[in-house]
């Protein structure tokens, strides 16, 4: 009878234990952040579990003897609370763009003399578009991906697009339905394309993907599934929505819709109709490899029928949606359906069909428009508000903060609040402006309208260590500049003229940006003269040296536009010696520019054309990676179409682009353009001709590092010259 006592009480201690590490266990995993990124926080760091507030997650600070106690509902809001200390208390950062990661100078840390308590209104705070995946993260190992994972855990992101991997689940389906090997290559793009494919715009572009790098994708995305439940984040999978090979038709008789050319030319895959049978028979195969490769503990998928102008001819949309959803619901009972709220989808009969409390619709284009009041809440549906900021991982010091703190702010307090789920941050392009994407999460944790200035003093504190006078008058200017709000609508940065294919009276370097400066750039100028003034207090800094190239690349690229006036006032005048005289101007600022730019690697192509070879395991895979790299930041595809949409959508004002591609074009532009005045028989250079060959070269431009004094020097040129 004593051994059943001593047997039951010891059982009891064990399920209790048990209890207890299931409920410590995922702040170790936070803990574990910080032992990667700042490592002398430590043992200083004592985490502790607290209710849900009102079923809200929320996180508490506080010291007790020595210690820094981060108290949280979750693991997800552990690590918001572990960021909120290391921010506004250690004034230390982590970005994208640079680390200020050090410990505190006097070694001591700060005290949390007043408890903190924060509470998010919302329950999601959502990451990533599909672009993102492609224009910023086609070539990321495990190490790019856990860096990636911890910043999103330290800014409170709890649900994030991850379709890494779906090439397995395709090659798989596929298989099973009688296609060969190289029929499936066909379909699959490459990794610089991947995005496009899953979104239904093209099918096989960038590709043969060999089986190598599917099955490194398949291993990539199941680590990172896994760290992301160990954070309290939960991963958008890609569902199955219809999309399929366009030449399945050819093998079966289906009921499809022919979804016609996309962008520049490329055959897009056909739509399935959910009405027919085979609709269930390669949904049902498709997420069965889903569950084998990445579990059943999945809750969110995306994917868009109809995207971008989609044929939705002949589909009873409000049907469709249902069968979709149900069938997405039959394999994975929790599913949630996330549709993108871009241009016209989801369209208002499509949303009819569905199942609202398994829906959410992620507004993209937050930053211009209202849709989520002018669909009135996607007709009652949960969403989330979000911004785009950046188009193609385009350079340019852009977004409208003010806005993002007003918007968010009215649509929570609108009729349609309830319906606001979240907040989200939607780049196509995540390497630019941190602040932007600071702020958007941060307001995931403000029940108040937040007021922007005194934000951002927090924010250059924690960026830059410390703040100064000149650090002050600096961004108040930039506020009123760059990223002030004007009510105007522009797809992301206003781009430099140095990335344009050279032609008369450039509007545009992409087909659906803009040149145009939607702000005084004198006083935008003035800002950048304050912000190099304060380098001796921050010159150690990587945030600040990376800012400062940043803000002075701007300056370069505005100035440049009034220098390609005087040339084509001259082209338009017969001035042929005053052409050459402001050619001549043009030239040395892309050359100028390029060196400014080789300092760092956040802005060299060489960065990008290395990551894409270390990405690669055979010397076949390091070819094609290195061939998807340049291709995707030139001319974009499809290589049979001089006049595509989509070249230099994907632009980089980067050193490297700058001495090579893009000064050739202009170098033969200039040429042509003297030829003419000359009366010289000269044609017009074939600048489709010389991307395609440049996208050819095996050639990777590594950067030509300044000294500190050959860089002080070129900053001193740049802010006098004009």
Not at 241 to 257: E, F, R, T
Request: aromatic letters at 12%; glycine letters at 8%.
């Amino acid at each position: 009878m004593k051994n059943m006592k001593r047997y039951r009480s010891l059982m009891l201690f064990l399920l209790m234990l048990a209890g207890l590490t299931a409920k410590t266990a995922p702040y170790e995993e936070v803990k574990g952040i910080a032992a990667r990124r700042f490592p002398w926080l430590t043992k200083a760091l004592a985490f502790k579990l607290i209710p849900a507030a009102d079923g809200n997650e929320v996180f508490e600070l506080s010291s007790v003897k020595g210690k820094v106690v981060v108290a949280a509902s979750t693991a997800n809001a552990a690590a918001e609370g572990l960021n909120w200390y290391l921010k506004y208390y250690c004034h230390r950062s982590m970005s994208h763009f640079g680390d200020n990661l050090s410990a505190p100078d006097s070694g001591k840390l700060s005290e949390v003399k007043n408890k903190v308590r924060v509470v998010s209104p919302y329950p999601y705070r959502y990451a990533l578009n599909y672009c993102t995946i492609s224009y910023s993260m086609s070539f990321y190992t495990w190490k790019d991906w856990e860096r990636e994972l911890d910043w999103m855990a330290l800014n409170g992101v709890n649900l994030m697009l991850a379709p890494v991997g779906m090439e397995a689940v395709w090659q798989n389906t596929l298989r099973k339905l009688g296609y060969t090997e190289k029929e499936i290559t066909d379909f699959v793009a490459g990794p610089a394309f991947g995005a496009w494919w899953l979104m239904g715009n093209l099918q096989g572009w960038g590709g043969p993907v060999s089986q190598a790098t599917i099955d490194q994708q398949v291993v990539l995305q199941q680590k990172i599934i896994k760290r992301m439940k160990q954070l309290g984040m939960e991963p958008v999978m890609h569902g199955f929505y219809g999309m399929i090979p366009s030449n399945l038709k050819d093998k079966q008789a289906i009921k499809v819709i022919d979804q016609g050319l996309w962008a520049g030319g490329f055959k897009r895959p056909d739509f399935l109709l959910p009405e027919d049978p085979y609709f269930d028979k390669i949904a049902n195969i498709y997420y069965s490899e889903m569950k084998k490769l990445y579990g059943a503990d999945l809750h969110f998928f995306g994917g868009d029928p109809f995207h971008e102008g989609g044929s939705s001819k002949g589909a009873d949309l409000a049907a469709s949606g249902k069968h979709i959803q149900q069938v997405m619901q039959q394999n994975y009972s929790a599913a949630t359906w996330v549709l993108q709220g871009w241009q016209q989808n989801p369209a208002d009969a499509l949303l009819a069909g569905l199942n609202k409390d398994k829906t959410l619709v992620i507004e993209l284009f937050g930053e211009n428009t209202n849709n989520w009041e002018k669909r009135h809440g996607y007709e009652n549906t949960p969403f989330v508000w979000s911004n785009v900021s950046n188009f193609g991982e385009k350079n340019g010091i852009y977004g409208k903060l003010q806005r993002f703190a007003d918007e968010v702010y009215r649509a929570k307090n609108s009729a349609y609040g309830p319906f606001l789920k979240g907040i989200g941050i939607i780049p196509e392009g995540i390497y630019n402006n941190p602040v932007a994407y600071d702020l958007m999460l941060e307001l995931g944790w403000h029940q108040d309208h937040l007021d922007l200035k005194n934000w951002i003093g927090g924010y250059t504190s924690y960026r830059f260590g410390k703040r100064s006078s000149n650090m002050d008058k600096a961004w108040a200017l930039f506020l009123e500049t760059a990223y002030s709000s004007p009510e105007v609508s522009q797809e992301g940065p206003s781009e430099s003229i140095f990335c344009a294919r050279p032609a008369m009276d450039i509007r545009s370097v992409s087909s659906w940006g803009t040149r145009k400066r939607n702000y005084d750039v004198a006083k935008f100028e003035e800002g950048v003269r304050m912000f190099v003034a304060a380098g001796k207090e921050f010159e150690g800094l990587e945030t600040y040296r990376t800012d400062r190239i940043d803000f002075l690349r701007q300056l370069q690229a505005n100035r440049a536009d009034k220098v390609y006036a005087s040339m084509m006032a001259a082209i338009k005048t017969k001035n042929l010696q005053e052409f050459k005289s402001s050619s001549a101007k043009f030239k040395h600022l892309i050359l100028q520019q390029d060196s400014l730019l080789s300092t760092s690697k956040y802005f060299s192509v060489n960065s990008w054309l290395q990551q894409s070879l270390d990405f690669a395991t055979s010397k076949s895979d390091k070819e094609n990676a290195l061939l998807n790299a340049k291709t995707q930041i030139i001319f974009w595809g499809p290589d049979n179409n001089p006049k595509t949409d989509l070249h230099d959508y994907a632009h980089k004002e980067w050193s490297g682009l700058l001495s090579t591609i893009y000064l050739a074009r202009w170098e033969a532009f200039i040429n042509w353009q003297i030829g003419v005045m000359s009366s010289k028989n000269t044609p017009e250079p074939d600048y489709f001709k010389m991307e395609k060959e440049w996208v050819k070269r095996k050639d990777l431009y590594p950067a030509k590092a300044l000294t500190n004094t050959e860089l002080d020097g070129l900053i001193k040129r740049m802010i006098v010259e004009e």
